[in-house]
């Protein structure tokens, strides 16, 4: 499946009509977070596809964008694809708005659990992709507080397997900055800006058909 990501940086080229012939074939938009709500919904009307999305850090909670799915600590399945979601970032101020700890993302990924237990009991894996705000730790991130990944997302990954890990909030000022990395059976992508992915949907082993 074409799937457009986006986080993070608004692209030119993606907020005019070209947005169509640019993003042709795309079947789902999945947003990291720390974009405007108007620039979501300009995506989800121009494509006409569903979007799913996580909220970052810098990010309005009094203004969701419409047309979307907040999948934060939820799990989703759309036409075969099984998503869930993780928003924000390392707590590093007083003043925290869609940060957390290491201590509050593990028990985010608590509350997600019996979702994904169910998913490895009827589909045979826990998970397809996990879109988050914040990078894992030490892949795609930085040495500052604010930019430090977690290391709840790091077992994660050990655990539940997911094919892909989409996250933002590592901008990008470096070309040749690496963007996609693999650890074990997960992909994770860095999305600043945007990317087009073709996400291969894996045929549901079901238990009946044991
Ligand atoms: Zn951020």
């Not at 608004?10 to 108007?38: F, K, N």
Request: glycine share 6%.
């Amino acid at each position: 499946m074409k799937v457009l990501t986006v986080s993070d940086e608004i692209v030119p080229v993606l907020h005019t009509p070209a947005v169509r012939e640019y993003a042709q074939g795309v079947e789902m938009i999945l947003a990291c977070g720390d974009l405007p709500a108007e620039y979501l919904e300009y995506l989800v009307s121009m494509l006409n596809v569903p979007m799913f999305y996580v909220l970052g850090n810098h990010d309005n909670a009094e203004r969701p964008p419409e047309g979307g799915e907040n999948v934060n600590l939820r799990v989703v399945e759309y036409k075969g694809l099984l998503i869930a979601g993780l928003e924000g970032a390392q707590r590093y101020n007083s003043k925290p708005h869609f940060q957390y700890t290491e201590n509050e993302m593990r028990a985010h990924i608590a509350a997600l659990t019996p979702a994904l237990l169910l998913n490895k009991a009827r589909y045979g894996r826990y998970l397809d992709v996990l879109i988050t705000h914040a990078p894992p730790y030490q892949i795609h991130d930085g040495a500052d507080y604010a930019h430090r990944g977690f290391k709840a997302f790091r077992w994660f990954i050990e655990h539940y397997q997911p094919r892909y890990l989409i996250h933002g909030h590592t901008h990008i000022y470096d070309k040749r900055t690496e963007t996609i990395t693999t650890r074990g059976a997960t992909t994770i992508v860095n999305t600043v800006g945007y990317k087009i992915l073709d996400i291969p949907i894996v045929a549901s082993r079901r238990k009946e058909e044991r």
